[in-house]
């Protein structure tokens, strides 16, 4: 099962991350006509929310049917190769080019779990692996619920109740109970209830959820960059931004279960490479900084090409990189595992 418009999503949820760090790369390597408004630095952020939002929606798709073994066997193999090469790369650049990074090599605990994604103190040398950190977390819970042969509808209520226990008790300590007890949860277990709606042929209300998910998303953008923390991921933001992008969400599922939504094949494929883009984009932009950075132009237009370009780069490493590095790296590991593809046409 696979939807364009999960898809199209995915593609701009990473390419608001990818805006948002080409504003820090803009102000570090411009030449000093930013482009970029300031609020850019929350896109960012924002689409990482809507990424657990699509993410939560998928993994119902994902589970339906499947042994816990299998489902957890596709996941690993989906999250980890192509984010173990990206992290060797960097650690590569540590170890053969430490003047292009700010921090030195950490100790072998944190490279471990760098590479385990177990949550840790500090963040992954890969930073964006903050993300697939509580990515492999809901999985676990998921992969905890299809072996104890739980209700997928029954696990993600009683999974509701008990984050929302632990939200309200606030409970400090080591990563690991910083990552259960996350707001941020709320995000996937909304995602996973779109999933059961359209699961169950619930897409009569499209146009109203789109036209509240659009408004709701307006407002909800407004508050969060006027007053959030940058990174921010308290409850009021989780809720702000979850429930616009979940109405958004359906509202797409349910035009393309009616066959009303429109064919873009460039995003389509925007979307199939949105992981590897995720993953390699921080490295491309920092290449295309230096680069811009001792190039013999400046002024606005000189900017503004900088910023395009880069945002064209970004995609296109993340396009090859699914092409060339992700898909073989799927279909070897799901040979040589002897694992399921059910579970691989539609990811987060």
């Not at 109203?208 to 308290?234: C, E, H, K, Q, W």
């Not at 400046?298 to 970004?314: D, I, Y």
Request: aromatic residues 14%; positive net charge; proline residues 5%.
């Amino acid at each position: 099962m696979k939807f364009d418009s999960i898809q199209v999503f995915r593609a701009i949820a990473a390419n608001a991350v990818v805006l948002s760090h080409l504003l820090g790369i803009e102000g570090k390597y411009g030449k000093g006509f930013v482009v970029l408004p300031d609020w850019i630095g929350q896109a960012g952020p924002a689409g990482v929310h809507f990424f657990f939002v699509i993410s939560g929606c998928v993994m119902v798709f994902a589970s339906r049917g499947v042994k816990w073994s299998d489902f957890m066997l596709s996941r690993m193999i989906r999250i980890y190769p192509i984010y173990w090469f990206y992290t060797s790369i960097f650690i590569l650049v540590i170890v053969l080019a430490p003047q292009y990074v700010s921090f030195g090599l950490p100790s072998p605990a944190s490279i471990l779990k760098s590479y385990l994604l177990w949550p840790d103190s500090s963040a992954p040398l890969l930073t964006v692996g903050w993300s697939l950190i509580f990515e492999m977390y809901f999985y676990m819970v998921l992969t905890l619920a299809l072996a104890l042969a739980v209700p997928l509808r029954l696990a993600i209520v009683l999974w509701t109740g008990l984050t929302i226990l632990i939200v309200l008790l606030s409970p400090q300590g080591t990563p690991l109970i910083m990552l259960i007890s996350s707001p941020l949860t709320f995000e996937f277990i909304a995602g996973a209830m779109v999933g059961f709606v359209v699961l169950h042929g619930y897409v009569s209300y499209r146009r109203t959820a789109l036209v509240a998910g659009v408004a709701s998303l307006v407002v909800g953008f407004i508050r969060y960059v006027s007053y959030a923390l940058p990174n921010d991921a308290s409850l009021i933001t989780v809720v702000s931004l979850a429930i616009p992008f979940s109405l958004i969400l359906y509202a797409g599922l349910s035009f393309e279960c009616v066959r009303r939504w429109p064919k873009s094949s460039w995003m389509v494929l925007l979307g199939d490479a949105s992981y590897s883009t995720y993953l390699s984009h921080s490295l491309v932009l920092t290449v295309a900084g230096r680069i811009f950075l001792y190039a013999p132009i400046s002024g606005w237009a000189a900017e503004a090409t900088f910023v395009l370009l880069s945002v064209v780069a970004a995609n296109l490493v993340g396009i090859l990189s699914y092409i060339w590095l992700e898909r073989p790296s799927l279909k070897l590991c799901r040979t040589l595992l002897n694992a399921p593809t059910r579970t691989g046409a539609v990811t987060p």
